[in-house]
């Protein structure tokens, strides 16, 4: 959570005004910001180097006059603090002081009542009243007695309460000034807190220390007198029950603070996202309400069940098993494609399917349920499966750790000030943490990181919308760099036999990402010429956190792994194969409890059942001879054809189909047919084909929708709340860069992969 909702979240609802306005702050610090990178000013500071003498006094008129007016806005809200802790004190203190009086005369003079004593507070104060004043100045004498124990016992806890909350109140503003310090000397490269905390914050007399220890001694005197009142002078139940009362209320508080917060937060995430109105229609049972969504999604599914059952009972093949498996394969292909439900979901109905239309063969017979369920799922934990949890594991202790950001920041922080080599470093950087992290979530932490660039950038620069789109583009691209930076690799390896070695992959992979992100960095930069408009922007700091053990083993577990993975081959006589290898980083994160089961828990199982589902359906393809008469089929058309030639087909029709749907499903329904052609070619190269076809899903990148890292960039907003990007920048340079990339992939990559033997 964020401090300024911590902030909000933990702070009095009647006092919310007093409280250091630490977001209007931020913003300021981040206008200083913009107007130091607008002077171009931000590199000179670094070069020269700055002390606590240059940041106070600084030699540099407009440097004196940002922190003049920074120091300005703290004392202004430094005084209000004061001003408003001092009347509060007094008001409190007065009513200690009452209270004590009250329960040393209802200790001695049980029933007697005496005239009661009117609150010292000022009434006509602008601050926001309390609890204490209420009861005692708003009460009706006739309802107030010195005897009454219970009445006296109330408002001790209410006493307690409130001094509780004005502790809170010095201790959250105390660590604000901190905090908005320390962002400041960070994004300034000044050294104002030390100064500004010892000299004015340490100094106001909410935070000195002999008043932080009278206002304890009051709590103390509270928790004294309920003892006294309540619990027959046991100190420690005594402050057991204030406690359950400080709880109750700060929890009363919070739930009506969260709601609020909460609600922002909703308004804030659709912003810009309009489901349409629904449409109402009257039923016997009421009336119901659908959206042009679910309409459409409702269309799609008869359409899809349609076509189902007119393949079933249309007899296109001789055998009931490949004309049942047909008609699954194409179902499951359009209610991907449509996104009728989600693809899991999808994924999930293939195996019943298979099992429940008895498509599986083992010979020429046909199996029956029974043995068909062992068969299916037998098939769907693979060690494929198994890789792809391993891969999670890595990625996981990588951010979790702060072991993916380090790198990433390190190599950012020295990609200068250019917009030109900065957007170079960033598409390289994300193309790199596809490789380990994948490529959906590569995007989030690029994105996180180009933040500082974002919001001090001029209005009228295009650089923003250029940076967002170059991450994008080269994320689509790092999903091709290893086995686990994407699904469709993983799909890929499952039709590959025998699988390829990692060190056989990063020799494909990782010339085509190079020269792929070289040609799209020159695209963007001819069709954006983002110097043009900004020739220099905010330069990215990297991380002085010092290194743990804890990221050392991280690292070494993570390289440990990697290498086994390269030499899978050598050592299959004792692994068996890579999904083996998979366990250790499994067992040695999770053992020692460096993730834990939430991180297990929250691994994508979206993404592990749709290729479990893509598994079944290629059985149950190959199973029922389904696959060879495809294969059969294609051959003829491709009769005369090389394997570049036939590269270069099946790059095209990937292409179109993954830039409409997802690269995973393009990959599920093309690649066994792809390996089984391979196969039957009169030189067989099915896993130089299957590799190809793999690497062209993640070359689809002209839409919005053509895969996760387009969505991710297309949602990126300003803090005005408009888009960097539209469907139009796709379109202009997505387009573009998925042809160039499905040409390496046809060109360098045929030859790479042919130069190793595929």
Known sequence: MKFSHQLQFNAVPDWSEYYLPYSNLKKLVYSTER?????????SDVERGVSEYTALIGDHDMAEEENSRFVAALDQSLDKIVKFYVKKEQELYEATEELVNEVAHETHMHNEQFPRRESRVDVESDLPPNIISQNVADMDPEQMRRGDAAELRRRTVDLFVLLSELKSFVALNQTAFSKILKKYDKITHSNLKRSYTQKHVAAAYPFQST???GLNDRIQETEKLYAQLATDGDLDTAVTDLKTH???RIVWERNMVWRDMVGQERKVQTVGISLGKPISLPTPCGVLHITRDQITQGILLVISMAVFFGIINAQIFEQVEQNRCLAILVFASLLWAGEVLPLFVTAMLVPMMVIMLRVMKEGDERLAAPEATKKVFASMFSPVIMLLLGGFAIAGALSKYGIAKSMATFVLSRAGTRPNRVLLVNMFVATFASMWISNVAAPVLCFSLIQPILRTLPVDSTFGG????GIALSSNLGGMTSPISSPQNIVAIQNMSPPPTWGEWFIVSIPLCIVGNIIIWLWLIWNYNPEKHTPHIHEIRSSNDPVTLTQIYVTAVTLVTIVLWCLAHTYEGTFGDMGVIAIIPMIAFFGPGLLTKDDFNNFL????????GGIALGK?????????????????????LNAFEILCVFSTLVLVMATFISHTVAALIVLPIVAEVGASLEDPRPRLLV???AFVCSSAMGLPVSGFPNMNAISQENELGVPYLSTKDFLRNGVPSSVFATVCVATLG??????IGF
Do not use: F, P
């Open 246 to 248: 400080l709880r109750e």
């Open 691 to 693: 590799m190809g076809t």
């Open 211 to 213: 008043t932080k220890q």
């Open 605 to 612: 199982w979206n993404v592990i059942m749709l290729a479990m």
């Open 750 to 755: 045929y030859a790479l992969m042919s130069m």
């Open 620 to 640: 149950a393809v190959e199973s029922s001879g389904l696959l060879r008469t495809i294969a059969m089929s294609i051959e003829h058309i491709v009769t005369g």
């Open 466 to 469: 250029c940076l967002i789109i």
């Open 35 to 43: 107007d130091r990178v607008a002077h171009g000013r931000v590199s």
